[in-house]
């Protein structure tokens, strides 16, 4: 039962795209956002059966693992501890199979992509993109979520990369065609930034997979998590740097982040939440499903410099927010920060930095797709997103808007009690007591300087909110109050602002999924 709700999580949503490319364009461009929202309504439903039913005390998921990596013995497992497993073999000439499964690491991260899919389908029913052609648009989508559900699921490398790459060609087709109505050519090159970055990024994370299987014969993660690759040096070393470079793109880490502003910045709402909320997460959930559990040696060996890395982005992420004039390119440079904190998580290798990673992972996805939700609802009424046209007095002209981006400014610096303060809270401790195997002294002094970008997260933050959303109303003329929160947009947003609430009061509903601690 279990394996077959996993396929129909996969195949449902990718048959449901052909079918609507199927229907007449009449009757398509009607029922597309009801039948996407149905159908990414069961996906949720599903991923939420699949995710209790491995909860339960008969799955081996949730028993506390002993692996060896060869390493000291305070080590993290990232090794896959499969639930609903499907493994049929596929190109059998190439060593490749159909391996999928389910842990306790994937199964939030499936979840969260079910939501926030499900969030975008309701959002189009009554807001729409000027251009129209919302079957495609929807079609596409459908099509991001088989894409990115296959890539938490995928236990197989060759695998993992085809879904990895699933998602690309969609994703660049939404900011191309449903981008920026007032800048083509602006909207044409994030795209095409974007599809050039990630593909670089794919090809040498490709190289990496094949020299893994060059010196292990297999590409499955299940027998690479019992069997890794040890050593810190040659071509383990190799494949590693050239598996995280990919994936850093993805996340993405400093300096490979520069197509991440402009993409988020001209793609439309529902593209803008996807790619924050779920994309960013295939290259960290890459580096703690493959880097850490099939190359332990290897990943400690660069494991400084990938914290390194991620601190510059924690602090260049933080101070090109002070720069902006624009809410989405803010948060979208906020994204930036956010994901070199959970790059220092798990370069610390150590049970905290990695719980802190993966909390951060789902708190991130959470909080920033409430945030370009709301941006996006600040751009509908205004059509810009420019501070310098938008104004001040957001509080007396929208004031259910103003508040609800307060709130989720507030979560995603890191206010205790919401959602964005455990992530960042753990991970810092696990810079300060990292991996044994790791330089200590470097580890907390990158610690110092991310505790100094978290101050800096507040200042741009707190900015924003003094500089959009307080003000004097009288400034205004009455055509300048626009209306405010409608109730698709309530039906959308409030599950993200509950959510934010609820993990910021109650962390150990995720914590204890996790075996870390």
């Avoid at 048959?15 to 597309?32: D, F, I, N, Y």
């Avoid at 028993?63 to 073999?89: C, H, I, N, W």
């Amino acid at each position: 039962m279990s394996q077959a709700l996993l396929i129909a999580l996969l195949a449902v949503p990718a048959l449901t795209a052909v079918v609507l490319w199927s229907l007449p364009v009449v009757v398509g461009e009607r029922v597309a956002a009801i039948v996407g929202s149905a159908v990414s309504g069961l996906v949720l439903v599903g991923s939420l059966v699949l995710w209790w039913d491995m909860r339960r005390p008969h799955c081996p998921c949730v028993t506390r693992a002993e692996v060896s990596y060869g390493l000291p013995p305070r080590t993290l497992p990232g090794k896959l501890l499969p639930y609903a497993q499907t493994d049929v073999s596929w190109i059998p000439q190439l060593d490749v199979r159909f391996h999928v499964a389910v842990d306790s690491i994937s199964m939030p991260l499936i979840t969260l992509t079910a939501l926030l899919v499900l969030l975008c389908c309701l959002y189009s029913l009554k807001i729409t993109p000027r251009i129209g052609r919302v079957r495609s648009l929807i079609a596409l989508l459908l099509v991001i979520e088989t894409g990115v559900i296959g890539t938490f699921a995928a236990a197989d490398l060759v695998l993992f990369f085809v879904f990895f790459e699933v998602v690309l060609i969609p994703m660049w087709l939404v900011i191309d065609i449903w981008g920026d109505h007032h800048d083509r050519p602006g909207r044409r090159r994030a795209a095409n930034t974007f599809v050039l970055m990630t593909v670089f990024g794919s090809a040498l994370m490709l190289l990496g997979f094949l020299l893994i299987h060059r010196q292990t014969g297999t590409f499955d993660v299940l027998q690479l998590g019992e069997h890794p690759l040890r050593g810190g040096h040659g071509i383990a070393l190799a494949a590693a740097v050239l598996i995280a470079v990919g994936l850093a793109v993805k996340m993405p880490l400093w300096p490979l982040h520069i197509w991440l502003p402009d993409a988020h910045a001209k793609a439309p709402t529902v593209g803008s939440v996807l790619l924050a909320g779920v994309l960013l997460k295939l290259g960290s959930y890459g580096m703690i499903r493959i880097l850490l559990p099939i190359l332990p040696g290897a990943t400690a060996t660069i494991a400084p410099y990938l914290a390194g890395f991620s601190v510059v982005a924690i602090i260049a992420g933080s101070l090109a927010c002070l720069a902006q004039t624009d809410v989405k390119r803010l948060i979208a440079y906020s994204s930036v920060g956010h994901m070199g904190f959970i790059g220092l998580g798990i370069a610390t290798m150590s049970p905290e930095g990695l719980n802190g990673a993966l909390y951060a992972n789902i708190a991130h996805g959470v909080i920033t797709g409430l945030l370009f939700f709301l941006a996006g609802a600040i751009k509908d009424r205004h059509d810009t997103s420019d501070l310098r046209a938008l104004g001040r007095a957001l509080y007396a002209r929208l004031p259910r808007i103003g508040g609800l981006l307060t709130y989720a400014c507030l979560a995603s610096l890191g206010l205790p009690g919401l959602a964005g303060f455990w992530g960042e809270m753990l991970i810092l401790l696990g810079a300060y007591h990292p991996a044994d195997w790791l330089p200590r002294t470097t580890f907390v002094v990158l610690m110092v300087i991310a505790g100094l970008g978290a101050v800096l997260t507040a200042a741009y933050f707190l900015r924003l909110i003094r500089n959009l959303c307080q003000g004097d109303p009288a400034e205004y003329p009455p055509t300048a109050f626009a209306v405010d929160l409608s109730r698709i947009e309530l039906v959308t947003f409030g599950p993200l602002a509950v959510l934010t609430v609820f993990l910021g009061l109650w962390p150990f509903t995720l914590l204890n999924e996790w075996m870390f601690l």
